[in-house]
C-alpha cells in the first residue's frame, strides 16, 4: 500500500531537549517535504526536499532542520524545541514538485512543548 | 500561484450531492485547481484535479467554468464520512529554480453532512 509514515504519532517534550520524528514514504517520490499545522494559520511549509541530498528551506524553516540521506526517508529534526513548535506536523511526497501530481500525506504527529 | 475563495461552512443532507464552490478570479492559463480534504486532523487527503475540463474519478466531479475563474467540487451521494474540511488550491508549473513544490493551503470549507 502507498503510504507516507510519520513517527511518533504523539510526542510529549521538555523545551530544550533534542527530537526526531521521522517520516517514510515507499512510493520512490523525488520531492518530500514538512509542514505544520495551527489553529488559524492553515497548513505552512516548513522544509522540503527536491531529491536525495538536496533541501531547502519553507516558509517557517526556523528552529528546524532535515536532512534527506536516502530517498524514502526525511527526518525533522528539533534541535531545541521551544513551545512555540507545539504543533501538528505532517510530512508529504510526490513524484514531482506537487506540478499534476497527487501529493500523498502521512498521518500527523502532534508534538506538545512544555 | 492565485487565491482562492472558499465559503467558511457549508451543510449537506447525507446522500445528497454536495457542492462545494471555489472562487480563483486570477488564476492564469498555465495554472491547475486541486481539491485536498482533512477528516478530523488527519493528514490531508488528494481528491481531485483538472485544468480546463471537467473531471470526474471515484470519490468526485470537478466541474471548472469556462473562464476558470471558478470551479465547485461535487460529491455525488454525501456520507457521514465526508464531514471534513475541503481544500481549493491552485499550483502553476513553476519557472526557473524558483519551486518550493509547497501547496497553499487557505481556510477551506467545512462540509457537515448530517442525517
Known amino acids: 500500500e502507498a503510504q507516507v509514515t510519520q513517527n511518533p504519532r504523539y510526542l510529549i517534550t521538555v523545551t530544550g531537549k533534542k527530537l526526531t520524528v521521522t517520516c517514510s514514504q515507499n512510493m520512490n517520490h523525488e520531492y518530500m517535504s514538512w509542514y505544520r499545522q495551527d489553529p488559524g494559520l492553515g497548513l505552512r511549509q516548513i522544509y522540503y526536499s527536491m531529491n536525495v541530498e538536496v533541501t531547502d528551506k519553507g516558509d517557517v524553516p526556523e528552529g528546524y532542520k532535515v536532512s534527506r540521506k536516502e530517498k524514502r526517508n526525511f527526518p525533522l529534526i528539533l534541535e531545541s524545541p521551544s513551545p512555540n513548535q507545539t504543533s501538528l506536523y505532517f510530512c508529504?511526497?510526490?513524484?514531482?514538485?506537487?506540478?499534476?501530481?497527487?501529493?500523498?500525506f502521512g498521518q500527523g504527529t502532534r508534538l506538545t512543548v512544555v | 500561484d492565485a487565491k482562492t475563495t472558499q465559503p467558511p461552512s457549508m451543510d449537506c443532507a447525507e446522500g445528497r450531492a454536495a457542492n462545494l464552490p471555489c472562487n480563483h478570479s486570477?488564476?492564469?492559463?498555465?495554472?491547475?485547481v486541486y481539491w485536498y480534504r482533512q477528516i478530523h486532523s488527519q493528514g490531508p487527503q488528494y481528491i481531485i484535479h483538472?485544468?480546463?475540463n471537467n473531471e470526474t474519478n471515484e470519490m468526485a466531479s470537478l466541474i471548472i467554468t469556462e473562464d476558470r475563474k471558478s470551479s465547485t467540487l461535487i460529491l455525488p451521494h454525501a456520507t457521514l464520512r465526508d464531514t471534513a474540511v475541503y481544500y481549493c488550491?491552485?499550483?502553476?508549473?513553476?519557472?526557473?529554480?524558483?519551486?518550493?513544490?509547497?501547496?497553499?493551503f487557505g481556510q477551506g470549507t467545512t462540509l457537515q453532512v448530517k442525517p
Open positions: 486570477t488564476i492564469s492559463g498555465n495554472e491547475y
Open positions: 508529504a511526497s510526490s513524484p514531482r514538485g506537487h506540478y499534476n501530481t497527487e501529493a500523498f
Open positions: 488550491i491552485v499550483r502553476g508549473r513553476p519557472y526557473g529554480s524558483s519551486n518550493t513544490g509547497k501547496l497553499i
Open positions: 483538472g485544468l480546463k
